[in-house]
């Protein structure tokens, strides 16, 4: 075996290693194992679902492009203490794309206490578009946990002041009641330009507890 040999190995390795602290160091790295009641497997069954739904009815962010059900990957899923709240980071692959065919963005669902029907919407703060699914996943990862938290919409009259990895979360902005009048959850609904209220309901879809 030869020095070069042993130089080129060692560099390949070192490069592998730091390649590796990037992709375990970027925006999907935090643990959720254990953060479902129901399993965490068992939170990844709803939000695949719900993602079958909305391709299959073309709703929200799905409308436009043909994704691929069979690729739909499910990089992290966050319950509320209580499992009535989901906070989920998707990607799904679109057939046909001339570039970056790796689409992901952020899946909310909820469901009242006592209910086995969950209702799932796309929450489209930040979407992202990359040749590959882990920078995909890792750019709307980046900005949930990295940013969310101080940044606003609508000239930043309504503020998001809790990220996904912080307890309170779950009773903030996303998950209230009340916003503009609404019944919804804040999540639940959209900006009307006309009206400058949230008083657009989304167009959802249910998923039933088994």
């Given at each position: 075996m030869t020095k070069n040999y042993l130089k080129k190995t060692m560099k390949y390795l070192t490069l592998l290693f730091i390649l590796i602290l990037i992709i375990n160091s970027a925006g999907c790295s935090q643990d959720t194992t254990d953060l479902c009641?129901?399993?965490?497997?068992?939170?990844?069954?709803?939000?695949?679902?719900?993602?079958?739904?909305?391709?299959?009815q073309k709703k929200m962010s799905f409308a436009t492009?043909?994704?691929?059900?069979?690729?739909?990957?499910?990089?992290?899923?966050?319950?509320?203490?209580?499992?009535?709240?989901?906070?989920?980071?998707?990607?799904?692959?679109?057939?046909?794309?001339?570039?970056?065919?790796?689409?992901?963005?952020?899946?909310?669902?909820?469901?009242?206490?006592?209910?086995?029907?969950?209702?799932?919407?796309?929450?489209n703060k930040i979407m992202a578009n990359f040749d590959d699914p882990i920078s995909a996943a890792n750019e709307v990862c980046g900005y949930y946990y990295n940013y969310f938290k101080g940044d606003g919409i609508i000239a930043d009259r309504y503020k998001f002041e809790y990220s996904p990895l912080e307890k309170e979360f779950w009773n903030s902005l996303l998950f209230q009641k009340g916003i503009d009048g609404s019944s919804l959850y804040f999540y639940?609904?959209?900006f009307n330009v006309f009206t400058h209220k949230f008083d657009i309901v989304k167009p959802m879809v249910t998923c039933i507890m088994k």
């Amino acid at each position: 075996m030869t020095k070069n040999y042993l130089k080129k190995t060692m560099k390949y390795l070192t490069l592998l290693f730091i390649l590796i602290l990037i992709i375990n160091s970027a925006g999907c790295s935090q643990d959720t194992t254990d953060l479902c009641t129901h399993t965490k497997e068992y939170g990844e069954y709803l939000v695949v679902s719900a993602v079958e739904q909305l391709i299959d009815q073309k709703k929200m962010s799905f409308a436009t492009h043909d994704y691929d059900k069979n690729r739909i990957i499910i990089k992290q899923v966050l319950c509320s203490p209580d499992t009535t709240k989901i906070f989920s980071i998707i990607v799904v692959y679109e057939n046909n794309a001339e570039r970056n065919p790796y689409f992901s963005t952020c899946i909310l669902g909820s469901r009242e206490n006592g209910d086995t029907t969950w209702s799932f919407t796309p929450f489209n703060k930040i979407m992202a578009n990359f040749d590959d699914p882990i920078s995909a996943a890792n750019e709307v990862c980046g900005y949930y946990y990295n940013y969310f938290k101080g940044d606003g919409i609508i000239a930043d009259r309504y503020k998001f002041e809790y990220s996904p990895l912080e307890k309170e979360f779950w009773n903030s902005l996303l998950f209230q009641k009340g916003i503009d009048g609404s019944s919804l959850y804040f999540y639940q609904t959209d900006f009307n330009v006309f009206t400058h209220k949230f008083d657009i309901v989304k167009p959802m879809v249910t998923c039933i507890m088994k």
